[in-house]
């Protein structure tokens, strides 16, 4: 089993609807979650951070932690067209060591 | 701050060539990575420095992978010889000390025929 498992989609929505994407993880011991956005041909970009099981909001994004099922997700509610791009989920033990990422699920909002 | 540098940004080479790949993080970032990311194995980590040495290479795949950082504004990854299943692209990643956030340069795709 891999350490964290990302459906890679692709993942086709329209306009307004709300996205949800998800993360299963093994290892017990990560502290921290993030999800970055990569827009095509670009590097990955922060999106959201958070270090507890609970919900974490800001604007249309809601990041979602469940450490008793391993379990996260990302919400986007009112998808745009701009929110189209792949998003990797991402874990990590403590500061000084390196991420663990998904694969990344990628997204498209149709007009 | 430009954030993270990398060149080429876009490289075609023959098989058996050697390539070198070019990250310059960003000025105070102590931690770099080196990563690669293909469709079929995602985002794989290489190997990182910290302070300008190597801590963990075990992501290298072969000898052919060389990577160094002379000083902390420089770092490269070397390929050679270059194969075909080398194409992908390579991403430079740096992060502060005492931070979790990684950042990324852009990326440099690889195409090796």
């Known amino acids: 089993q891999k350490e964290v498992e990302q459906d890679p989609g692709p993942l086709s929505v329209p306009e307004g609807a709300i996205v949800s994407l998800n993360c299963t993880y093994s290892?017990?011991?990560?502290?921290?979650f993030m999800w970055y956005r990569q827009y095509s041909r670009k590097g990955p970009e922060l999106l959201m951070y958070?270090?507890?099981?609970g919900n974490k909001e800001d604007g249309r994004f809601t990041a979602q932690v469940d450490k008793s099922s391993k379990y996260i997700s990302l919400f986007i509610r009112d998808s745009q067209p701009s929110d189209s791009a792949t998003y990797l989920c991402?874990?990590?033990?403590?500061?000084?060591?390196?991420?663990?990422f998904g694969k990344g699920t990628r997204l498209s909002v149709i007009a | 701050d430009a954030g993270v540098i990398q060149s080429p940004r876009h490289e075609v080479t023959e098989m058996g060539q050697e390539v070198t790949l070019r990250c310059k993080p960003i000025?105070?970032?102590?931690?770099l990575f080196w990563y690669r990311q293909t469709m079929m194995r995602g985002l794989e980590l290489l190997i990182y420095?910290?302070?300008?040495?190597?801590?963990?290479d075990s992501g290298m795949p072969e000898d052919r992978f060389s990577a160094k950082m002379p000083n902390a504004s420089f770092s490269t990854l070397k390929i050679q010889p270059s194969e075909p299943r080398d194409s992908a692209v390579y991403f430079c990643?740096?992060?502060?000390?005492?931070?979790?956030?990684?950042?990324f340069g852009e990326g440099s795709w690889l195409t090796v025929v």
């Open positions: 990643a740096c992060k502060v000390d005492a931070g979790n956030t990684i950042y």
């Open positions: 958070t270090y507890s099981s």
């Open positions: 000025s105070g970032h102590d931690y």
């Open positions: 290892n017990s011991a990560f502290q921290y």
């Open positions: 991402a874990m990590g033990l403590s500061g000084n060591t390196p991420l663990v």
């Open positions: 420095f910290n302070n300008n040495v190597p801590i963990d």
